[in-house]
């Protein structure tokens, strides 16, 4: 058995071939955090590029520090800089990372343990969805251990304007796409609801978190549903539970709500999601 130093850690984890201490293990770490901290001060900026006297306010350190830090991730390629204007922004080292990290996102593999938690607390179906341009999809379903139970469809493509799941999605667009869609999906009056009261959902939708569905899209149905997020900010999808429409009584809408907004968020956060700050 290895031996354990007083970090709880096999004596040899750590321990540098040059013979370095303690001490360049502990630069080291900070080194790192500081790092990731200037990355993410300028990945969430809501400007395209950022100056080092900005990242010095506002993550605390001399401009002395920020500078070595810059120059760091400059030479590396995570970020790059304007030399007229001496900002900064996010460069191809880290494009390429954020897309291997997506790429190796499993989405319904990610979400399928916080579903069966879902299924074991609610007792019903749940669902998990993806938005593909002007519609949605569901991905995954964990069904419910009941005799009577609901089932989706797989693999089959329905609009943002009906449902519960939709209208998670729907409700989670920024401004200009949800009036993309809105002008397409409701143009010349074929739908049976009005813009007006389609907006008043999706803000009601908004202030609670989930939406709610009583027989809206499948006959005998109920649902309730929250959006999920991915890293960019973006809606990637939604999450339901869903069942026969008479055990989706008020109290249990609410029940389910809160349950689907928490473990929503989660799975957003797994996703790479960071909510902006309020």
Excluded at 21 to 38: F, H, N, W, Y
Excluded at 77 to 89: N, P
Excluded at 137 to 162: C, D, K, N, T
Aim: charged fraction near 25%.
């Amino acid at each position: 058995m290895a031996d354990v130093g007083s970090a709880g850690m096999p004596g040899g984890a750590f321990a540098p071939a040059d013979g370095a201490g303690r001490g360049d293990e502990v630069e080291t770490s900070s080194g790192i955090s500081r790092a990731l901290q200037v990355i993410f001060a300028v990945a969430e900026s809501d400007e395209p590029d950022v100056g080092v006297s900005e990242l010095a306010r506002s993550l605390g350190y001399s401009k002395t520090v920020i500078h070595r830090v810059v120059r760091t991730l400059v030479a590396s390629g995570f970020f790059t800089v304007d030399e007229r204007t001496r900002r900064y922004r996010l460069g191809p080292g880290a494009v390429s990372v954020g897309l291997a990290a997506i790429a190796r996102l499993e989405v319904p593999s990610i979400a399928q343990p916080y579903m069966e938690d879902l299924v074991s607390r609610t007792g019903e179906t749940v669902t998990l969805s993806a938005r593909y341009s002007h519609q949605r999809m569901y991905l995954s379903q964990v069904l419910s251990p009941r005799e009577i139970r609901m089932a989706v469809p797989l693999g089959q493509l329905f609009p943002l304007h009906i449902g519960g799941s939709s209208k998670a999605i729907l409700s989670a667009l920024r401004r200009e796409e949800l009036d993309d869609y809105l002008d397409r999906a409701l143009a010349g009056g074929r739908s049976v609801i009005s813009r007006e009261e389609l907006e008043e959902q999706l803000a009601a939708i908004r202030r609670r978190g989930y939406a709610v569905s009583r027989g809206e899209r499948q006959v005998d149905a109920g649902s309730v549903a929250a959006p999920i997020y991915d890293a960019t900010g973006g809606v990637y999808g939604a999450m339901s539970v869903c069942g026969p429409v008479g055990r989706f009584s008020p109290d249990k809408v609410e029940e389910f709500g809160t349950l689907l907004v928490e473990t929503a968020a989660t799975v957003s956060r797994r996703l790479g999601h960071r909510p902006a700050a309020s």
